[in-house]
């Protein structure tokens, strides 16, 4: 007979735990996959054949929804795409990062640069922080693809390189505006084209659609299908404004100063750089508390900082 064992306090929470990773995937960059959802590259200017996938969309924030056009991106509605903004090279790890005007809030990066403009500083100054990118996330099968099967991918792509040129398409034929329809869609044909970027050990590449024709389906799929995946929920990891704003400007905790106030002192990198200069003639950063005017210095805090760093 097995040993009655008392209620202990691990049981229902381990199982949740096991319950809740085996429903979640993984995290890529600024994207959390759920489980079962593998992502879709284009590695080569070789041809592809993609069919895209619809879902329902969930976000009231959706950057193609109209109150005025009720087949817009609405809460409810299908739609083939989930645009969203993204900072490059953000901080000391040169991180990227979704920028929270995807959902309309503010962002600290945006302000910087808005800041900037209103400054004077010309678009193309080297030191001008750079304007947020557009992206779209899709669902897509690969159709005849040597290196993925036909099922569900996410795939992430810039605006520029290819929804630009898939809007320029559809300006020319209406009659491919049914292309994402799950149940009389179209496929996808598109060639790409080699680009490169920057100079020796930097040097990188990138593909921009060339051309792309739409092809009638081998096969179809069942409405049901928009319902597998959410671009919406959850799909995209967005900062808040704090921890944006402190990546950006790149603060980080000081866990000695952490242990001296009840209120964690934010350290920033460019302490060394301040331009700050004592109002009693002392040594800004250096002669912090040695003199008795140094009491109801209005810079006092600041300048015990300084002496820290």
């Known amino acids: 007979m097995s040993k009655k064992r008392k209620k202990s306090r691990f049981g229902a929470n ?7 990773r085996a429903k979640s995937g993984s995290a890529y960059g600024y994207l959390n996959l759920p489980k079962g959802l593998n992502m879709f590259k284009v590695e080569s200017d070789d041809r592809i054949k993609l069919d895209i996938i619809p879902y329902i969309v969930s976000d009231k924030h959706h950057m193609n929804g109209h109150p005025d056009k009720p087949d817009s991106a609405l809460v409810g509605n299908a739609w083939y795409k989930r645009p969203f903004y993204v900072h490059n090279q953000v901080g000391v790890d040169n991180d990227s990062v979704v920028c929270p005007k995807t959902i309309k809030k503010p962002c600290p990066i945006c302000e910087q640069r808005e800041e900037q403009l209103a400054g004077g500083m010309e678009w193309k100054d080297p030191s001008l922080v750079k304007k947020n990118s557009l992206r779209n996330l899709y669902l897509v099968i690969p159709k005849d693809h040597k290196d993925y099967d036909e099922k569900i991918h996410l795939w992430n792509y810039s ?21 994402p329809d799950p149940e009389d869609g179209l496929t996808l044909k598109i060639r790409w084209k080699e680009k490169s970027i920057g100079s020796g050990k930097k040097a990188g ?69 301040s331009k700050e200069e004592c109002p009693k003639d002392h040594k800004y950063g250096k002669d912090w508390d040695q003199w008795d005017d140094c009491d109801d210095c209005k810079l006092f805090d600041k300048c015990g900082e300084q002496n820290d760093s």
Do not use: A, C, H
């Open 159 to 179: 605006q520029f390189l290819f929804q630009e040129q898939l809007d320029e398409e559809l300006k020319e034929n209406t009659d491919y505006w049914i292309f």
């Open 205 to 273: 590449k990138f593909y921009e659609t060339n051309r792309i024709d739409f092809k009638d389906r081998d096969e179809q799929y069942d409405e049901d299908i928009m319902e597998k995946y959410d671009l919406d929920e959850d799909m995209l990891s967005i900062l808040s404004y704090k921890e944006l704003e402190n990546m950006f400007l790149e603060i980080e905790d000081d866990p000695d100063e952490d242990k001296k106030e009840d209120k964690p002192r934010r350290k920033r990198k460019d302490d060394k750089k």
């Open 14 to 20: 381990v199982g949740d735990d096991v319950e809740r």
